[in-house]
């Protein structure tokens, strides 16, 4: 029997993701990626197993997920505390994407980028292939749409501060498409609470190290983390924290101080902040932004277009052989987030072309509790009023209520043996 051809859409961590797990599992893969690097938001990110996310990390490399040790081997800093937030550890944003493309080519994933998908074609109940900008359709048994809910300029518009140029790139390499949206998948999109707006804007912004003061930068390489007083007359507003899309983050420390973090560059965890405004902090007085470039004015708006698909990131509707991974299948906020996801959704679409059983992630780990959780609050209006992350806010408190969170190794990985699941996505189907 001919090994399966799986395409995935996107090549954020949750397309990688799906990318390597399709990869390990028996098929021929091809990674799609509409600019010239991999990752997305994942090339200004940086922060992963703070909080629950350690759990969720250990109990994916006990199964097989090692696109986490590739993360480990490019860290900055580990064990890093700041407001809210321990063990946190920080990967180097200038290192990261080099890593994750060597380790797809190791592993055999064609890696196309610079290949915007335009439109899909079906055949019955299945998606037949996908067409890319400037090459020939592509075929294949099965797809995964990893296309994330941002990099549409029109939604930063009009729901935004406009366009601050973000690492996204979209007038570059164009708009992302959602394949989902092309085979009439039903889908979502996130509302504040309060429902005065919809969309969540990106938490973070990076500033270039040279324009940060030397004693600040000289904490921050030793520790990972600082936190700078704001002087009260130039203090963020409060209304900022509700604009997140990092919900985790919206503590009162993160108005009273600008809390920075070393990823490479610096990690200013904030939507965004007037420059003028920054600039009369101690020590910013020189601040300048890297990403986005207008940082002073707005960041990227996200969570348009969550997809509906069952707890096995299969998509619900006209097809049978599409697959979610990432925030395509829910208002999953964060890298560990779209490992986890797309890591599920890769496999799976292995097994759908061999005709096994889906894989559904079992409620006793971190990792399953989440998926199914958060994928059955996505059906409900409510539940997409509301951002789900292993770090912080409302699922970090189910999972801890849940005892679900540990950062004991011993215990996470008898965890995943005692569900038969140990190297799960390392076993290659037949």
């Known amino acids: 029997m001919r090994a399966p051809k799986i395409v995935?859409?996107?090549?954020?961590?949750?397309?990688?993701?799906?990318?390597?797990?399709?990869?390990?599992?028996?098929a021929e893969v091809i990674l799609l990626e509409r600019t010239d690097m991999l990752l997305g938001t994942g090339l200004v990110g940086g922060i992963f197993r703070n909080n629950g996310r350690?759990?969720?990390?250990?109990?994916?490399?006990?199964?097989?997920?090692?696109?986490?040790?590739?993360?480990?081997?490019?860290?900055?800093?580990?064990?890093?505390?700041?407001?809210?937030?321990?063990?946190?550890?920080?990967?180097?944003?200038?290192?990261?994407?080099?890593?994750?493309?060597?380790?797809?080519k190791e592993l055999g994933v064609q890696i196309l980028t610079k290949a915007r998908v335009i439109d899909v074609a079906k055949?019955?109940?299945?998606?037949?292939?996908?067409?890319?900008?400037?090459?020939?359709?592509?075929?294949?048994?099965?797809?995964?749409?990893?296309?994330?809910?941002?990099?549409?300029?029109?939604?930063?518009?009009?729901?935004?501060?406009?366009?601050?140029?973000?690492?996204?790139?979209?007038?570059?390499?164009?708009?992302?498409?959602?394949?989902?949206?092309?085979?009439g998948v039903e889908e979502w999109i996130g509302k504040k609470p309060d429902n005065s707006s919809i969309g969540a804007m990106s938490g973070s912004c990076k500033l270039c190290k040279d324009s940060v003061a030397p004693e600040i930068v000289r904490e921050l390489e030793?520790?990972?983390?600082?936190?700078?007083?704001?002087?009260?007359?130039?203090?963020?507003?409060?209304?900022?924290?509700s604009m997140k899309a990092c919900q985790q983050y919206a503590l009162?420390?993160?108005?009273?101080?600008?809390?920075?973090?070393?990823?490479?560059?610096?990690?200013?965890?904030?939507?965004?902040?007037?420059?003028?405004r920054l600039r009369k902090v101690p020590g910013m007085e020189r601040a300048r932004y890297e990403d986005p470039i207008a940082g002073g004015k707005g960041n990227s708006m996200r969570y348009f277009g969550f997809a509906n698909c069952t707890p096995e990131l299969q998509a619900i509707g006209p097809v049978d052989n599409l697959f979610c991974a990432g925030e395509k299948a829910g208002a999953m906020v964060g890298h560990t987030e779209a490992i986890v996801s797309g890591t599920l959704a890769g496999h799976n679409a292995v097994r759908r072309v061999f005709g096994?059983?889906?894989?559904?992630?079992?409620?006793?780990?971190?990792?399953?509790?989440?998926?199914?959780?958060?994928?059955?609050?996505?059906?409900?209006?409510?539940?997409?009023?509301?951002?789900?992350?292993?770090?912080?806010?409302?699922?970090?408190?189910?999972?801890?209520?849940?005892?679900?969170?540990?950062?004991?190794?011993?215990?996470?990985?008898?965890?995943?043996?005692?569900?038969?699941?140990?190297?799960?996505?390392?076993?290659?189907?037949?």
């Open 8 to 26: 995935v859409v996107g090549g954020g961590w949750g397309g990688c993701a799906a990318a390597a797990s399709a990869r390990k599992a028996g």
């Open 54 to 104: 350690f759990t969720a990390a250990e109990e994916m490399l006990e199964m097989g997920a090692d696109i986490f040790s590739v993360m480990d081997n490019c860290v900055t800093h580990t064990n890093v505390e700041f407001p809210g937030h321990k063990h946190a550890s920080l990967y180097n944003v200038y290192k990261i994407e080099p890593a994750v493309k060597e380790y797809l």
């Open 123 to 183: 055949e019955g109940e299945k998606v037949s292939c996908v067409v890319v900008e400037g090459l020939e359709p592509i075929k294949a048994d099965a797809f995964v749409d990893a296309t994330g809910t941002s990099a549409v300029p029109a939604n930063c518009t009009k729901y935004g501060n406009g366009c601050a140029m973000c690492i996204l790139r979209c007038h570059s390499f164009g708009p992302r498409i959602s394949i989902t949206t092309k085979v």
């Open 222 to 241: 030793e520790k990972g983390s600082a936190l700078v007083p704001v002087p009260l007359e130039v203090r963020e507003e409060e209304k900022l924290l």
């Open 252 to 276: 009162e420390e993160f108005i009273e101080n600008l809390v920075l973090l070393d990823t490479g560059p610096v990690k200013l965890m904030t939507p965004f902040f007037p420059l003028e």
């Open 356 to 430: 096994e059983k889906l894989l559904r992630l079992p409620d006793e780990l971190a990792v399953g509790d989440f998926v199914n959780h958060v994928i059955a609050e996505m059906k409900k209006e409510e539940g997409r009023q509301y951002k789900y992350t292993f770090s912080g806010s409302i699922y970090f408190k189910r999972m801890s209520q849940k005892n679900l969170y540990t950062t004991n190794i011993t215990v996470i990985k008898e965890r995943v043996k005692k569900v038969g699941l140990r190297s799960i996505f390392n076993t290659k189907l037949v």
